[in-house]
């Protein structure tokens, strides 16, 4: 059984910082990927960003140059760092993990950014 726990959300102002974080029950490599996901109210969940197992990163328009994936092995966590957050970054925040065509989610965190 995997398990994700998210950690890092809660409430910003505009132009400010978080940094999420998502352990694993397991070691990060044992996925094909990992990556974040956000889901606004009334809003389908999109891709944020993701990470391979080889280390390459795909992010979304929208959060480029603002948000950096990164990874520790050694503490089996991927970390979402936040910069210059938007009103429009508002939305629960869910860690995914995808190996074997499945995908697992955690319970996910909610990040609101206030103007």
């Known amino acids: 059984q995997v398990q994700l726990v998210e950690s890092g959300g809660g409430l910003v102002q505009a132009g400010g910082s978080l940094r999420l974080s998502c352990a694993t029950s397991?070691?990060?490599?044992?996925?094909?990927?990992m990556g974040w996901y956000r889901q606004a109210p009334g809003e389908q969940r999109d891709l944020v960003a993701t990470?391979?197992?080889?280390?390459?990163?795909n992010y979304a328009d929208s959060v480029k140059g603002r948000f950096t994936i990164s990874r520790d092995s050694a503490k089996n966590t991927v970390y979402l760092q936040m910069n210059s957050l938007k009103p429009e970054d508002t939305a629960v925040y869910y860690c995914?993990?995808?190996?074997?065509?499945?995908?697992?989610w955690g319970q996910g965190t909610q990040v609101t950014v206030s103007a």
């Open positions: 397991r070691s990060i490599f044992s996925f094909n990927s």
């Open positions: 990470v391979t197992s080889g280390g390459t990163t």
């Open positions: 995914n993990a995808y190996v074997y065509l499945r995908d697992y």
